[in-house]
């Protein structure tokens, strides 16, 4: 499925009053199948699954099983691919609301805590704080999911481009 059709979808089934919570789960369903074909870019190598989600509060829960291939000498996971996470979680959520439009970083910042360790999985909250007609901003917190402790927290804010994805 195309990313426009994902959208088109979505518009359709708010038109016809689906229950939102519904509508939000099955369209990031599809907006994380579509990225996940891009199998030879970071998109669909980088392992991750959608955890929740929540309509109303306009937030997003993914989970990022930690692998060998992404760890850093020290053996924990690496600064960059934290920075992945998170901005894959915030993305995820700038494209939903993005309409089908492409959306793209415009800053993040992060603050790491402490590290999450192989074998380990990374669950990154985003939410979503403000929706400008062009800018998208949200609130982040990534947590190892073996204690719940909190290992990065940070924001974001990404640009709806005037152009489609497809």
Same mark, same amino acid.
């Given at each position: 499925m195309?990313?426009?059709e994902i959208a088109d979808r979505k518009k359709e089934w708010i038109a016809a009053g689906k229950d939102p919570q519904r509508v939000m789960e099955e369209t990031l369903r599809d907006i994380l199948a579509y990225r996940k074909l891009q !199998? /030879?870019?970071?998109?669909? *190598? *980088?392992q991750v699954r959608l955890d929740g989600c929540?309509?109303?509060e306009g937030s997003l829960r993914m989970a990022?099983?930690?692998? /060998?291939w992404e760890l850093n000498p020290a053996g924990t996971l690496?600064?960059?691919i934290f920075a992945t996470a998170v901005d894959i979680a915030m993305g995820m959520l700038a494209h939903y609301y993005g309409e089908g439009q492409v959306c793209t970083t415009v800053n993040m910042n992060l603050n790491y805590l402490r590290p999450v360790k192989k074998d380990d999985v990374l669950i990154v909250e985003s939410k979503l704080e403000k929706l400008g007609r062009t800018l998208v901003s949200m609130s982040v917190k990534g947590?190892?999911? !073996?204690d719940g402790r909190t290992a990065v927290t940070g924001i974001g804010t990404y640009m709806i481009l005037d152009r489609k994805l497809d």
């Open positions: 195309k990313f426009q !199998s /030879e870019r970071l998109n669909g *190598i *980088i929540d309509a109303e990022f099983p930690v692998e /060998e690496h600064g960059g947590y190892a999911g !073996s």
